[in-house]
DNA sequence: CATTTTTTGACCTTTTCTGACCTTACTTTA
DNA sequence: TAAAGTAAGGTCAGAAAAGGTCAAAAAATG
């Protein structure tokens, strides 16, 4: 259990534990470690996503940098999952209702925040009918009730 | 963040946090900085367009200049419909990166809620390039500001 | 031994920086 | 007062400086 990965990681928190964010670069880091740049990518991508409570920002360019965020609200574990699950790909209106029926009952969503959803969807949805709006339904519903149920579970 | 161009935003800013407005010579801001005039218009270009809600207007010739207005766009009124207005029917991640960044420093949206939503967007996007990428980034971000916003601003 | 995780390297994309050359506006002078 | 000179700023293409991607090889794991 101490793969190069795992040192570089260990190297990571250690900066993490001190700053909400840090910034690093890659090249630099990749010299650091004696390996290839490439590997830090490596690092970032299976240590600090968004599962493990991370966003990680970069730019490409000369002055160029990686920032790694430690982030506040707990991903909520597997409502990514569980919203997949009951959307689905397409969703019609009706399902979209009861779906929000649903999670008004379970004191999930306050009727208001279900009517709001509602209203913002089915107007980004002017225009669009059939297969098309339920498809795009789908989509903007899941990224709604995402918000809106990560914001209240804070970390 | 600090590529040299970082630095010349940085100045600039400072400049426009004192007044909506300032005017700059080329040539005497490219010495002040040691680097080519150009250079000016580089930064200019990639962090004072009208994007991230800034006019340019200059002048040539003899006592020539360049003037740097900041847009204030008053952060509560209407803002649904201006969000609209901004976003329009297609929005590459640039643009919804900068458009994220100027409602947090506007303080509609905190940085936490500004990383919800990048992440939540860029996660119902995956796969998609190009765009179609494009067109539906356009609707997830307005749908999800618009309840981010009206749920700061009830009623 | 099969599978998963790590490591590496070749090739790609984005952002920044520079310099040669162009255009516009004001100033001077024949 | 028209032409020439001077003093700005503009454009664009290419070099340089980052970071990204992906697949294959190597190592670890069970």
Redesign the interface.
């Known amino acids: 259990m101490s793969s190069l990965s795992d040192l570089i990681e260990q190297y990571l928190r250690e900066q993490l534990a001190r700053a909400e964010s840090i910034?690093i670069q890659r090249r630099q880091l990749a010299r650091m470690f004696r390996c290839v740049p490439s590997q830090i990518n490596y690092v970032l991508e299976t240590r600090f996503n968004?599962h493990r409570g991370y966003?990680v920002y970069s730019r490409r360019?000369?002055?160029g940098?990686i920032r790694i965020?430690r982030?506040?609200?707990e991903p909520h574990p597997d409502l990514?999952r569980r919203l997949e699950e009951v959307i689905g790909s397409e969703c019609s209106q009706e399902e979209m209702d009861g779906l929000l029926y649903r999670l008004v009952e379970a004191e999930v969503l306050t009727e208001?925040?279900a009517a709001?959803?509602e209203t913002?969807?089915q107007q980004?949805l002017t225009g669009l009918s059939g297969k098309e709006a339920d498809t795009?339904r789908a989509?903007?519903l899941?990224?709604?009730l995402?918000?809106?149920c990560?914001?209240d579970y804070?970390g």
Chains 1, 2 share one sequence.
């Open positions: 910034e968004i966003l360019g000369g002055g940098f965020t982030i506040n609200w990514p208001n925040e709001l959803v913002v969807v980004e795009l989509r903007l899941r990224v709604a995402l918000l809106l990560q914001e804070p």
